[in-house]
């Protein structure tokens, strides 16, 4: 757990100074749902999945991000959206994958930005 942590301060440190998000909230809890990071990019609202990996290729964090994963995302996402006063007319959902043998290593980080919630059934 304190690994994953790590990896989720490198996502911020990352998402910050590198894409320009500004971090709003970190570790959103609605009932057993939770969205790792939630920022803003100009008009849009971003819901962050953060997966921290020890080794392995890229991609498999990104992967692991399957279709309950993501309707637990969706659930937590609109929950949020529904609490807002304004709600923005854009979100997206991101992934983000921090890979590093240790937290004394640089890590490699991976983006993939505005990755489809949609499961593949509904998809036409």
């Known amino acids: 757990m304190k690994f994953g942590l ?9 998402l910050e100074k590198e ?8 570790n959103w809890f609605h009932g057993f749902y939770e969205l790792d990071i939630i920022a803003q990019y100009g008009d849009k609202i ?4 953060v997966k921290t990996r020890r080794a392995g290729p890229p991609g498999t964090g990104y992967y692991s991000v ?12 609109t929950a949020y959206l529904m609490r807002l006063r304004k709600v923005p007319q854009r979100s997206q959902f991101d992934i983000v994958e921090v890979i590093a043998g240790s937290e004394e290593e640089k890590p490699a980080i991976y983006h993939y930005p505005d990755v489809t919630m949609a499961s593949p059934r509904n998809i036409r």
């Open 66 to 77: 399957d279709r309950r994963k993501k309707r637990a995302i969706r659930k937590a996402a």
């Open 46 to 49: 971003i819901f962050i999945e």
């Open 19 to 26: 894409r320009g998000y500004k971090i709003l909230k970190r």
């Open 6 to 14: 790590w990896g989720e301060e490198q996502a911020v440190k990352y």
